[in-house]
């Protein structure tokens, strides 16, 4: 079991909103991050710390944070965007170990 | 642009050891933190641990007694051996290189990562 808790599938009609929750007890005191990732290939970063796009990620993309949920939300989803999604932080430890999600799929209608 | 390549046999003997390296290119394996993280076939992410370039290191808990990561900055490369593989350790093994900001809020995040290599636990 992941001390970060996902819905296991999520789905969208395109062009829409969707909100990708994240929630544990390590999230009070930590930022999560978040990883899109697509069949066959290596996960890609999103969006980390408060609400930060890497280079190169729409800006449809966005993240947020209250008490111990973190949310990934997608303003107008498009095709391109089905995948998986992965939260990651640490874990509740107070040892700086990692942890991540357990994944939610996201289906573009 | 950082590049990170994993490398190993695909192929390892239940109860044998797997051992994988990463090979980081385009930057300095300095100041970061560097990880491995598995996905067993059609499942999630696993943490499972990782180096600091000063060679500290944390594991996963379920993993630690088996884990063991190193880093020779001189190669510019970190590696990972775990022990006593059974079919469950079948996954594909990724490196990453992890950022760690400390402040009010500290949070983490893998900016880059290698491709991945399947490792497979067979007779």
């Known amino acids: 079991s992941s001390e970060l808790t996902q819905d296991p599938a999520v789905s969208v009609a395109l062009g829409q909103t969707v909100r990708i929750t994240c929630q544990g007890d390590s999230l009070r005191s930590y930022y999560a991050s978040w990883y899109q990732q697509k069949p066959g290939q290596a996960p890609v970063l999103v969006i980390y710390g408060k609400n930060n796009r890497p280079s190169g990620i729409p800006d449809r993309f966005s993240g947020s944070s209250s008490g111990n949920t973190a949310s990934l939300t997608i303003t107008g989803a498009q095709a391109e965007d089905e995948a998986d999604y992965y939260c990651n932080s640490r874990d509740s430890s107070g040892n700086h170990r990692g942890v991540f999600g357990g994944g939610t799929k996201l289906t573009v209608l | 642009q950082v590049q990170l390549q994993e490398s190993g046999p695909g192929l390892v003997k239940p109860s044998e050891t797997l051992s994988l390296t990463c090979t980081v290119s385009g930057g300095s394996i300095s100041s970061y933190y560097w990880s491995w993280i598995r996905q067993p076939p059609g499942k999630g992410l696993e943490w499972i641990g990782y180096?600091?370039?000063?060679?500290?290191?944390n594991y996963n808990p379920s993993l630690k007694s088996r884990v063991t990561i190193s880093v020779d900055t001189s190669k510019n490369q970190f590696s990972l051996k775990l022990s006593s593989v059974t079919a469950a350790d079948t996954a594909v093994y990724y490196c990453a290189r992890e950022v760690t900001i400390f402040g009010v809020v500290t949070y983490t995040y893998f900016d880059y990562w290698g491709q991945g290599t399947l490792v497979t636990v067979s007779s």
């Open positions: 180096i600091y370039y000063s060679g500290s290191t």
